[in-house]
């Protein structure tokens, strides 16, 4: 079953725009993370944050995090055309040997130059 | 910097026929997985597998098999293709035992059964 889910399903902002992407998940996680994919490609993990973190951040990524809301956003600052891509959180319920993703079924971004 | 390939990009197939997708990965990752990526529907788990000769079932397991022989070889097997298979497959791997503990996805092989 889908664990995560995000919101928008497709945002279209203008370069230089600040892209917020929303994702809720049902039940208890370990951690979640955020991938991103370019068309027709594999794809790449761009942060992570943990259950007991709040707020993390990279490069112009920020990411936050609330348990008890189930929630989670991704906030890319400064947006360029590069970022345009499909955007998925990801939710990992446990930890060592069992841990396996979730998918959510992905926001489409795209930043008009 | 870690690599996982897949056998081929772009598959066509034709119903009924036996469907091998092969994927390796070069870091030694203990874990491997197979999704299926559909429009709409995001990425659904196929199989995965926590060592060699170990497998278990995913969200969807139904009309596929794998194979793990080495560790860093994870084969998805379509024993009798059918056009509702027709997909984007995408493979990655991860290792439990050290952080980040994120997946390193392969390429993707968009396979098309007529």
């Known amino acids: 079953s889908q664990q995560g889910e995000e919101d928008p399903q497709a945002l279209s902002i203008q370069e230089g725009e600040n892209a917020t992407m929303n994702c809720s998940y049902k039940?208890?996680?370990?951690?979640l993370q955020w991938y991103r994919q370019n068309s027709g490609r594999g794809l790449v993990h761009l942060i992570l944050i943990r259950s007991n973190e709040r707020e993390k951040h990279s490069g112009r990524l920020r990411v936050t995090l609330d348990t008890s809301k189930k929630s989670s956003s991704l906030l890319i600052t400064a947006s360029r055309a590069a970022d345009t891509a499909s955007y998925f959180c990801?939710?990992?319920?446990?930890?060592?040997?069992?841990?396996?993703?979730?998918f959510g079924k992905g926001i489409t971004l795209s930043v008009r130059p | 910097d870690v690599k996982v390939t897949q056998s081929s990009r772009y598959l066509v197939k034709r119903t009924g026929e036996k469907v091998f997708l092969e994927c390796v990965q070069d870091m030694d990752h203990e874990n491997m997985f197979w999704y299926r990526q559909d429009p709409g529907l995001g990425l659904r788990l196929i199989y995965f597998?926590?060592?060699?000769?170990?497998?278990e079932k995913g969200d969807i397991p139904e009309g596929y098999s794998v194979s793990r022989e080495k560790k860093e070889r994870f084969s998805l097997i379509l024993e009798s293709a059918s056009t509702n298979q027709t997909s984007m497959y995408l493979c990655?791997?991860?290792?439990?035992?050290?952080?980040?503990?994120?997946?390193?996805f392969g390429p993707g092989t968009r396979l098309t059964v007529t």
């Open positions: 597998s926590y060592d060699v000769k170990m497998k």
């Open positions: 039940t208890s996680i370990n951690n």
């Open positions: 990801a939710t990992d319920q446990f930890t060592g040997a069992n841990s396996k993703l979730t």
């Open positions: 990655a791997s991860s290792s439990p035992l050290a952080a980040p503990y994120e997946q390193y």
